[in-house]
């Protein structure tokens, strides 16, 4: 806090305005967000206010939650229409200090806006444009739809990965993009192999995302960083062309090598996943030879709830 203390002791020699008692207003849009009070802000001295830099952070943060809107990116619809991109509003955090250290130092502060500035998103309905007309690489899986619970699994993973747009240059990591599969998210109990061997476990079933984006990467050309198989024979993929992701350990990874972002698409429905990646008319494509997976629906896993166990 070396300058704040500087500045303090700046003001003490030049003569400080008597205290005042009457909070600060926050507002944001024409109503109150909430009243913070000087003696809430500085440290219980006389003399000179020094600022509590704990607690200014715990403001902007209240603040920041109650005002910032994330941006969202341009999308593409199910019929390949684009929904456009929304900007968003930050809370800009250095001229809201400034006010809250004028509130403090000078003493004629009653009231103040909450500060903000525009966020925009990192894919606009220009760049999606650009790079939704070129399928670089393409991949399909079949799974027994009779499965509810491993087929609802399968749609949400498909969902998070879907609209994903990865510039050049830059990493997708499976495990960042879909998150940790956990009960409030939706997701539910399903087979999956843990050292060879099948357990009941949430999540179940997104490893037949994970494998199938990484066939479809793969065909595109694009740089496989981190890939690992399963430890036993996957009936969805030919072998050895599987993916296994888990939270606390594998994950996928691929980087986009060429000079235009690419998009990540997904289909679901009907027993089928299918992954598109596309990009721009101008990608220079390298793209590799890999095998398809059998269209022939593998049988519904079942397995002994008594021998089942949670695996982190």
Same mark, same amino acid.
């Given at each position: #806090?070396?300058? &704040?203390?500087?500045?303090?002791?700046?003001?003490?020699?030049?003569?400080?305005?008597?205290?005042?008692?009457?909070?600060? %207003?926050?507002?944001?849009?024409? /109503?109150?967000?909430? &009243?913070?009070? !000087?003696?809430?802000?500085?440290?219980? #001295?006389?003399?000179?206010?020094?600022?509590?830099?704990?607690?200014?952070?715990?403001? #902007?943060?209240?603040?920041?939650?109650?005002?910032?809107?994330?941006?969202?990116?341009? @999308?593409?619809?199910?019929?390949?229409?684009?929904?456009?991109?929304?900007?968003?509003?930050?809370?800009? &955090?250095?001229?809201?200090?400034?006010?809250?250290?004028?509130?403090?130092?000078?003493?004629?502060?009653?009231?103040? %806006?909450?500060?903000?500035?525009?966020?925009? =998103?990192?894919? %606009?309905?220009?760049?999606?444009?650009?790079?939704?007309?070129?399928?670089?690489?393409?991949?399909?899986?079949?799974?027994?739809?009779?499965?509810?619970?491993?087929?609802?699994?399968?749609?949400?993973? @498909?969902?998070?990965?879907?609209?994903?747009?990865?510039?050049?240059?830059?990493?997708? /990591?499976?495990?960042?993009?879909?998150? &940790?599969?956990?009960? !409030?998210?939706?997701?539910?109990?399903? =087979?999956?192999?843990?050292?060879?061997?099948?357990?009941?476990?949430?999540?179940?079933?997104?490893?037949?995302?994970?494998?199938?984006?990484?066939?479809?990467?793969?065909?595109?050309?694009?740089?496989?960083?981190?890939?690992? /198989?399963?430890?036993?024979?996957? =009936?969805?993929?030919?072998?050895?062309?599987?993916?296994?992701?888990?939270?606390?350990?594998?994950?996928?990874?691929?980087?986009?090598?060429?000079?235009?972002?690419?998009?990540?698409?997904?289909?679901?429905?009907?027993?089928?996943? /299918?992954?598109?990646?596309?990009?721009?008319?101008?990608?220079?494509?390298?793209?590799?030879?890999?095998?398809?997976?059998?269209?022939?629906?593998?049988?519904?896993?079942?397995? %002994?709830?008594?021998?089942?166990?949670?695996?982190?």
């Amino acid at each position: #806090m070396g300058w &704040k203390l500087l500045l303090s002791l700046l003001l003490l020699a030049q003569g400080m305005p008597a205290r005042q008692a009457e909070p600060l %207003d926050i507002r944001h849009e024409g /109503s109150t967000l909430l &009243k913070v009070n !000087e003696e809430e802000m500085v440290y219980p #001295m006389s003399g000179v206010p020094i600022m509590l830099e704990e607690r200014m952070e715990k403001l #902007m943060n209240e603040v920041a939650h109650k005002v910032e809107i994330p941006p969202v990116n341009a @999308a593409l619809n199910s019929a390949g229409g684009i929904i456009p991109e929304r900007t968003g509003i930050m809370l800009d &955090k250095r001229t809201f200090q400034e006010l809250i250290y004028g509130y403090v130092y000078e003493g004629d502060l009653t009231a103040i %806006d909450v500060p903000t500035r525009v966020v925009y =998103p990192r894919v %606009d309905s220009e760049v999606l444009s650009a790079i939704k007309v070129r399928r670089i690489g393409h991949y399909s899986t079949y799974f027994n739809s009779r499965n509810q619970n491993r087929s609802h699994n399968i749609d949400l993973a @498909a969902s998070a990965v879907n609209n994903v747009v990865v510039f050049p240059g830059e990493r997708f /990591s499976f495990n960042a993009v879909v998150g &940790k599969r956990t009960k !409030e998210k939706g997701y539910r109990k399903a =087979p999956v192999i843990v050292r060879g061997e099948l357990y009941e476990d949430i999540g179940g079933g997104i490893c037949q995302v994970s494998s199938t984006l990484f066939n479809a990467a793969d065909r595109a050309g694009l740089t496989i960083v981190e890939r690992y /198989s399963h430890s036993r024979r996957v =009936p969805y993929v030919p072998a050895g062309r599987d993916a296994t992701v888990s939270w606390y350990g594998p994950d996928f990874v691929f980087e986009n090598p060429y000079n235009q972002p690419i998009l990540i698409r997904t289909f679901y429905g009907h027993g089928q996943v /299918s992954i598109a990646i596309c990009s721009s008319e101008l990608v220079e494509l390298q793209p590799r030879q890999v095998p398809s997976a059998s269209r022939r629906l593998p049988e519904e896993v079942k397995v %002994d709830e008594a021998n089942a166990r949670n695996i982190q």
